[in-house]
């Protein structure tokens, strides 16, 4: 990845905690619970889990800066919704917990020299990522977690239209 494609990835990366507010106001509350399939996780799983994969984020950025070469571990996001039970977390709190370890990982990032970039480590489900994947992967986290959310807004106005 060149330094100007970077730059815009740390800039979208830095704008998606405005950005999932602003998605959020597009969805009443009340169909938060909604689960259109069985297989489908409702919006206040998606929240929960957008900010348990944010604390897994905050920790790789940091691996990728202070112990490059190192290995760590994937999870498994179904059983994590089930045992952690996400339906009796708190939404505002998974809020505010993305909120700032976002923050704090876009101001991290913002100045890194860019041999930086290219340091590596080993993911357990991934194989070896560069600092960039790791960079391309969670500025497209959120996005791709809004449109699962209006997909499931979606279905939730047809199965309330008829």
């Known amino acids: 990845m060149n330094a ?9 990366y830095g704008k998606a905690f405005d950005l999932l507010v602003s998605a959020l106001r597009e ?19 998606i ?11 905050y920790l790789r950025c940091r691996r990728f800066i202070a112990e490059p070469g190192s290995a760590i571990l994937g999870y498994d996001e179904e059983k994590w919704a089930r045992a952690l039970d996400y339906h009796a977390q708190s939404v505002r ?8 370890l976002r923050r704090k990982s876009t101001i991290l990032i913002q100045n890194q020299p860019d041999a930086v970039w290219a340091n590596t480590i080993f993911h357990s489900e991934n194989g070896i990522m560069t600092m960039d994947d790791w960079l391309d992967v969670y500025e497209r986290h959120i996005p791709e977690h809004i449109e699962q959310m209006q997909a499931n807004y979606r279905d939730w106005r047809e199965q309330n239209s008829r």
């Open 4 to 12: 100007e494609v970077r730059k815009q990835k740390i800039e979208s």
């Open 27 to 45: 969805f009443p509350q009340g169909m938060w619970q909604y689960r259109p399939a069985a297989e489908r996780w409702t919006i206040h799983e």
């Open 93 to 100: 709190d998974a809020l505010e917990l993305f909120k700032w």
């Open 47 to 57: 929240i929960v889990h957008i900010a348990d994969s944010e604390a897994n984020s």
